[in-house]
């Protein structure tokens, strides 16, 4: 069989001027770097700094910090790689792969590397440049090396992302030898499955001895799940196809909190909202608010944490007044406000302030003197009185 490859000039000239293209964000990116690390040097600590940046650019605070920090060390240590990506022949992507594997090294040795990676850069994946600068910070600090290693074994954790159209991803940072041994069990476990049940995939399997393993807490027995869900009563009976808020991950659609809450062992707590505005007014059925209530209140209210782009559910955050005590702030649900330990002690960095607006709502003034408003979404769209239709007499 012959093949006969016809060249496409044009095709060509629009990859050529998608690369041209690519290389002038690369440049741009290297001038953002540099303003980027001379405002950290003159914006207040890291955490202000970073906050600061999270919000001007509307990010998360991971995005923000990742962003400061790879640009304060590629013009403070690492200029061979600045060079490279001001030049166009590394994003700042595969710049990161650098610093971030030289954050924990000393200058000299961060040195050392950076000469190592100058010509090994441009043209390289992301992945082979993170090969070769680990490759190189053994080379260069091999007692460093593995203390650190042994440092990043004891913070092992585990993370969670919401993904889009209901799913999520859980990870877990664990040493490498464990995490391979859990997924070659899992793996077996999927195989056995999958040889008597062809409905599912192997990966489906695979996913699936991950949670019911994950769920049953006690080593065996049926998996429960301890979420906090928040839906409309309307929709929850089916006369209404609003979606549903699942703490920390956001709208879920109706057909979906419906399965939820047909699991028998599902709890439920009342909350009462303003029609006209869809913010609540009420959660469970005590009348007097004692502090406990009104955490509740405030927590189901705000479900989770109100620094805009945080998305920590409630139930992990702290309850605390946006006006101090101190100075004279009320204790109720317009001046209190639920906000995750990091955001709750920015209000201790200088040049940071808030107001509140009511129900929770604030609005945050920065050092850079910028303002944001941060109010909690209601739990349904407002709702017009219905019109009296009672037949005159």
Not at 91 to 99: N, T
Not at 245 to 264: C, K, M, N, Q
Not at 321 to 332: L, S, V, Y
Request: net charge neutral; glycine share 6%; hydrophobic share 35%.
């Amino acid at each position: 069989m012959t093949t006969t490859l016809v060249f496409n000039p044009k095709a060509a000239r629009l990859l050529d001027s998608a690369y041209d293209e690519e290389v002038s964000l690369r440049r741009t990116q290297g001038r953002q770097v540099r303003f980027i690390a001379e405002f950290a040097a003159a914006g207040g600590s890291r955490r202000s700094v970073t906050e600061e940046v999270a919000l001007c650019f509307s990010v998360s605070r991971n995005q923000a910090s990742l962003l400061v920090e790879t640009s304060c060390s590629l013009v403070a240590r690492l200029p061979n790689t600045l060079a490279a990506l001001e030049k166009g022949d590394i994003d700042l992507y595969k710049a990161s792969k650098v610093s971030q594997l030289t954050r924990e090294v000393s200058d000299e040795i961060a040195s050392q590397v950076d000469a190592f990676m100058a010509n090994r850069l441009a043209g390289r994946d992301p992945g082979a440049i993170r090969k070769s600068v680990n490759g190189a910070v053994q080379k260069f600090d091999r007692a460093g090396y593995k203390e650190r290693a042994e440092k990043k074994r004891a913070r092992r954790h585990v993370s969670l992302d919401h993904e889009d159209e209901t799913m999520s991803t859980l990870s877990g940072l664990l040493p490498s030898e464990v995490a391979s041994s859990i997924y070659a069990s899992m793996s077996r476990a999927a195989q056995a499955r999958r040889a008597r049940d062809k409905s599912r995939t192997l990966d489906q399997h695979r996913a699936d001895v991950f949670a019911e393993r994950l769920l049953a807490e006690d080593g065996h027995g049926k998996p429960r799940a301890h979420i906090h869900v928040y839906v409309d009563f309307l929709t929850l009976a089916g006369a209404r196809e609003d979606p549903a808020t699942l703490a920390g991950y956001g709208p879920i659609p109706d057909w979906l909190v419906r399965e939820i809450a047909s699991d028998p062992g599902s709890t439920w707590s009342r909350l009462i909202t303003d029609p006209a505005t869809g913010q609540l007014l009420e959660a469970g059925a005590d009348k007097y608010r004692s502090p406990a209530s009104l955490a509740r209140l405030i927590k189901a209210r705000d479900r989770e944490c109100t620094h805009p782009g945080c998305h920590r559910p409630a139930e992990f955050s702290e309850i605390d007044h946006i006006i101090p005590r101190a100075r004279n702030g009320r204790t109720d649900h317009h001046n209190c406000r639920g906000a995750c330990k990091i955001h709750n002690l920015l209000k201790e960095e200088p040049g940071w302030s808030a107001t509140p607006t009511g129900d929770g709502g604030m609005t945050i003034t920065t050092p850079s003197g910028r303002t944001y408003d941060a109010t909690p979404e209601p739990l349904h769209d407002p709702r017009p009185e219905p019109e009296d239709d009672t037949p005159p007499f």
